[in-house]
């Protein structure tokens, strides 16, 4: 762990009581300990971690080497370059058809950044904000760190919004809703119906809507991914979008992104930043830049991968009997497993899995939703194969409780 209990002769130095009561990001960290056992030898397969295994397509490679070699590697704008602000807002405005202008877009450093800078533009303290379970990690503690109250709202039975529970959550201290698809973890992809649903009930009860659209281009029926600010002006002008680089374009470790939205809201993102963070790495605005004016050909063919992953390891854990809600967006499968959990609940389940098959996967209840696990497929078919296998034999041992000696 990177966090152990405060030194207790070191009283003057602990970590003040917000950073306390904030928990370790259960992805990172599960990803850093099956990295860990790998190292000591063990043959750990890794599927905890939500990242894709491609490289960055080549123009990006170039431009970032380009930047280096240039030399004028310096600050730039909080908010980002001139030139790839531009480029962003053409990219919303080609893709939502919907007409963005750079003045509505901050660059950050990752989607995470840009969605903590939102929070705390956006919350006041005790603000209510509506998140849809499963929900990806951070969501919640970034709301309580910007000082609001996240308030879970559970799904349905397919893993979509529940909009009559969603309706029923809000209060008048409700001040913003939370959105994600493609989802991460379950892979549901909202449609325009439920994005207008959802958009409608925010502007009947005034309020924003953070749309964290980081998969959005990881779709894999042929249907575009909606977005509240195709639904009308009104809800535009209430909205601000999360994207980045990491999940489009294999860019992890650029870490870049932006928010863009109504200006005042980008502009107060900006000017956190201007004092938290200085501005965005300058290499990977411009690798950015470089991968949204190029459309590379490498992200077509990595769609097609997780595609073809994504039907390999659905069938495969359907074979095994777990129920998997069908993903049609991101790279994550969901299925439940609560005929197999003990007291300890997912957790528990993750932890033995780990240990007794060396396969490293993430407990639902890090979504907010216990009765299941999430599976990263963003790595290769062979993996999968071996992890369905390794899954299946875990299974089977815990069918059979004897077997395993338990
Ligand atoms: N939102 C979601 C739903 C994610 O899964 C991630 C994954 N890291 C992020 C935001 C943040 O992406 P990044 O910080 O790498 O840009
Ligand atoms: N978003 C990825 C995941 O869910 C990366 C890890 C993280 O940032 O939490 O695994």
Known sequence: ???????????????????????????????????????????????????????????????????????????????????LRK??????????????????????????????????????PGDEVLVLLPAWVSYVEIIRFAGGVPVEVPPRADLG???????????????????????????????????????????????????????????????????PVQVSERIRARTVIIDGASKAFAMTGYRIGFCAGPKDVVAGVAKLHSQLTGCPNLVSQQAYEAALLSEPREVAEMCAQFDRRRRVIVAGLQKMGLETPWPRGAFYA???????????????????????????????????????????????LETIERALERLAAFLARRRSPTKAGR
């Open 161 to 227: 919004p529940d909009l009559a529970r969603l309706a029923a959550a809000v209060t008048k201290k409700t001040k913003g809703i939370l959105i994600n698809s493609p989802c991460n973890p379950s892979g549901y992809v909202m449609t325009a119906a439920e994005v207008r649903a959802l958009s409608e009930l925010a502007e009947q009860h005034d309020l924003w809507i953070v749309s964290d659209e980081i998969y959005r281009r990881l779709v894999y029926e042929g249907e575009p991914n909606a977005s």
């Open 87 to 124: 480029a962003i807002a053409q990219h919303l405005t080609d893709t939502h058809g919907v007409a963005f202008t750079p003045a509505e877009v901050t660059v950050c450093h990752s989607a995470k950044h840009a969605l903590s800078g939102a929070c705390l533009t956006l919350i006041e």
């Open 1 to 83: 762990m990177i966090f152990g209990a405060p030194d207790p002769e070191n009283q003057a130095m602990r970590p003040n009581q917000r950073v306390q009561k904030v928990s370790l990001s259960t992805t990172l960290a599960l990803d850093a300990r099956a990295k860990e056992l790998a190292s000591q030898g063990r043959d750990v397969i890794n599927m905890a971690v939500g990242e894709p295994d491609f490289n960055a397509p080549e123009a990006v490679q170039s431009a970032a080497v380009a930047a280096v070699r240039g030399g004028k590697v310096r600050y730039t704008p909080a908010e980002g370059t001139a030139s």
């Open 334 to 380: 969901f299925p439940r497993v609560q005929s197999f959990l003990d007291a300890r609940g997912s957790g528990g389940f993750c932890e033995d899995l780990l240990e007794e098959q060396n396969l490293a996967v993430v407990p639902g209840n890090a979504f907010g939703v216990d009765d299941s696990i999430r599976l990263s497929y963003a790595t290769s």
